[in-house]
């Protein structure tokens, strides 16, 4: 069975900073797509950004890019210039085909003023 | 363009009762997919529907069981509950089985 691992608990920035949450996932499969979707106090799940496997670029979205590393199986966040309402939980996710998802545990990131 | 919405947020039930919870999808999306997640957990899948019928199911028990009706929507019923059915409980709904899903904001259930 695939797995996602986060291995940050906590993570902390100051604002304006930039921060990077890691995660790496287990799969024997070529072809999947992995997300990083964000849960505010408020619960609902956002998705943050998505990226193919077969995509060799990595995907971006205004502060936010990955850092997509196929053959260590690692999927990286980066967010830039860090804001008040970055602060949430963060959770990795993993997919394959119409497979449903898989998560890891999450991250929570503090940003501090 | 309404996204996924669920009813109620929340809801306190006790030991051995029944509970029904609500979902309709985001405008266009036929596929919903229901989620628990226990607290300080990511999301553990339960099931999904498609075409009004289950297509996938997780590791959960018979007491888990669902409905999707011709307008997209679902719901999901979990019989004589458990204290470890308390959690947060999400529906994400997507176009087809392969899609991006999307969340809604999720109904929370305290069982006691």
């Known amino acids: 069975a695939q797995t996602v691992t986060q291995s940050q608990p906590e993570m902390s920035v100051q604002e304006a900073e930039t921060v990077t949450l890691s995660c790496t996932y287990d799969?024997?499969?070529?072809?999947?797509?992995l997300f990083w979707y964000k849960q505010p106090p408020s619960r609902q799940m956002i998705l943050v950004i998505r990226?193919?496997?077969?995509?060799?670029q990595n995907a971006t979205e205004n502060r936010f890019s990955v850092n997509f590393q196929k053959a260590a199986k690692s999927f990286s966040l980066k967010i830039s210039d860090s804001q008040l309402g970055d602060a949430a939980m963060y959770f990795c996710?993993?997919?394959?085909?119409?497979?449903?998802?898989?998560f890891g545990k999450g991250t929570r990131l503090s940003v501090i003023a | 363009d309404a996204g996924v919405t669920q009813s109620p947020t929340h809801l306190i039930k006790t030991r051995g009762q029944q509970v029904t919870l609500r979902c309709s999808p985001k405008?266009?999306?036929?596929?919903v997919s229901w989620y628990q997640q226990a607290l300080g957990q990511g999301p553990q899948f339960i099931f999904q529907?498609?075409?009004?019928?289950?297509?996938q199911r997780g590791n959960f028990p018979d007491r888990f069981s669902g409905h999707q009706f011709p307008n997209y929507s679902s719901e999901l019923n979990v019989n004589a509950l458990l204290l470890g059915d308390s959690a947060l409980y999400l529906c994400?709904?997507?176009?087809?089985?392969?899609?991006?899903?999307?969340f809604g904001p999720g109904t929370r259930l305290l069982v006691l």
């Open positions: 994400a709904s997507s176009l087809g089985h392969v899609e991006t899903q999307y």
């Open positions: 799969t024997s499969e070529s072809d999947y797509y």
């Open positions: 990226q193919e496997a077969y995509k060799q």
């Open positions: 996710a993993y997919r394959r085909g119409n497979t449903p998802l898989v």
């Open positions: 405008s266009g999306h036929d596929t």
């Open positions: 529907y498609y075409e009004e019928e289950e297509r």
